[in-house]
Each structure stands twice: as structure tokens, then as C-alpha cells.
């Protein structure tokens, strides 16, 4: 059974560009969260989609936006990418009305320059 | 608003001795706390689940603690050995959220001594 699985796993942009990165969940999850996570700093919630719709979301500008297909999968994109942008990007999938544990994939590394 | 709070930041140990990882969260109504690990430039790992009806968790040589009313979690990892040398971090889930959105504390970097 294939875990959360991100592409790609390393990214270089330059600022102003934009960029799309890649999630398929865990088998059996319906419910894809994206977080941000900075050098050194905890992993920030940036939203989370189900049933293909964006049903929370965190501190982070329209810049950051999202999509959910119906096979789950889900795409963030970020526009008009700034230097303050470099960071892991992780994904995560869960049940939404589960109690169980969220799973992470092994992140994409943006580097904008 | 939650917060988490991880103390210490860092954390180095001679190999053998146990570790006691600490997280505080300012929101006692929370839903469950997951414990994770996480290697340089890599994704997380779920180490333990806590339940907010739990008093603990235990796998192996880890275990961890849940005290709601204080609003505190602790993770305790015995006979410690370079290969737990990571970054280890907490996160809560709120109570009857919209979805399963987790507030993670700053992490503890664990640096396990041969």
C-alpha cells in the first residue's frame, strides 16, 4: 500500500514565477492537507480540501491556491513566488471523519531565488 | 487561537540515557495530539496518536503522556541511541474542527552522542 507520495522533490524558481506541486493521498483518504514548514520552524497550515473543496484554510495570502481531482489527489499552486516562499511544502492525507492519525509525504523542497 | 510551545529547542544526550521531549498547548479542548519524527530535509513520521480521552501511548521504547487539563503532552524515549537523533514534533487537532487541521509546536532537535 503506497503511502502520501509528493513530486517533485526538489524545485528551483525565481521570484515572480509560479509554481504547482503534486500530492496523491494514502490509500483510502479522502482529505488532503497542505502546510508550509520553514528552516528550522514547525510545519504551518496553509488549507485542506475534501469532496474537491477547500474547506479550511490558514494565515497564507491568495497567492496560495489549490485543487482536489475526484481520484483525491490534490495540486498547490503558488503565484508570483517570493523569496520568503523557499521552503519544504508538505502534504498530508487523513479520513475527515476519522479519528486516526494523519500521514505525510516526504515533502517538495521550493527553492526560489 | 492554539498555540504549541516546544521545550527545549535542542536537546544532546550520551547514548543510553533516556529523553523527555515536552509540548504545551495553550487550547485544552483538542480532539487528539499526534507525536512525529523528522529527519533532515525529509517528511514526517507518526511516532504516537493520544486520543484526548487518553491518559497515554506507548510503542516500543517510546511513550507518551497527555495531560489535557494542563495543557501538556510529553514524550519519553528510554535507552536513547544515535539512530533517534532527529527533529521531534508535537501537534494538536482541535476539538470539532471543520476539518483535521494540526497546530504544530517549533520542534526539538535531538542530537544523540556515541
Known amino acids: 500500500d503506497a503511502g502520501v507520495t509528493q513530486s517533485p522533490t526538489h524545485l528551483i524558481k525565481t521570484r515572480g514565477q509560479q509554481v504547482t506541486l503534486r500530492c496523491s493521498p494514502k490509500s483510502g483518504h479522502d482529505t488532503v492537507s497542505w502546510y508550509q514548514q520553514a528552516l528550522g520552524q514547525g510545519p504551518q497550515f496553509i488549507f485542506q480540501?475534501?469532496?474537491?473543496?477547500?474547506?479550511q484554510r490558514g494565515n497564507f495570502p491568495d497567492r496560495f491556491s489549490g485543487h482536489q481531482f475526484p481520484n483525491y489527489s490534490s495540486e498547490l499552486n503558488v503565484n508570483a513566488l517570493l523569496l520568503g516562499d523557499s521552503a519544504l511544502y508538505l502534504c498530508?492525507?487523513?479520513?475527515?471523519?476519522?479519528?486516526?492519525?494523519?500521514?505525510f509525504g516526504p515533502g517538495t523542497r521550493l527553492t526560489v531565488t | 487561537k492554539q498555540e504549541v510551545t516546544q521545550i527545549p529547542a535542542a536537546l544532546s544526550v550520551p547514548e543510553g540515557e533516556n529523553l523527555v521531549l515536552n509540548c504545551s498547548f495553550t487550547?485544552?479542548?483538542?480532539?487528539?495530539l499526534q507525536w512525529f519524527r523528522q529527519d533532515p530535509g525529509k517528511g514526517l513520521t507518526s511516532l504516537l496518536l493520544i486520543q484526548s480521552s487518553q491518559r497515554e501511548q506507548t510503542s516500543g521504547r517510546l511513550n507518551a503522556s497527555l495531560d489535557k487539563s494542563s495543557g501538556r503532552s510529553t514524550l519519553y524515549i528510554a535507552a536513547s541511541q544515535p539512530g533517534d537523533s532527529a527533529t521531534y514534533l508535537c501537534a494538536v487537532r482541535p476539538i470539532k474542527a471543520a476539518g483535521n487541521k494540526l497546530t504544530f509546536g517549533g520542534g526539538t532537535r535531538v542530537l544523540v552522542k556515541p
Open positions: 498530508a492525507s487523513s479520513l475527515r471523519y476519522s479519528s486516526y492519525e494523519q500521514y
Open positions: 487550547d485544552s479542548a483538542i480532539y487528539n
Open positions: 480540501y475534501y469532496e474537491e473543496e477547500e474547506r
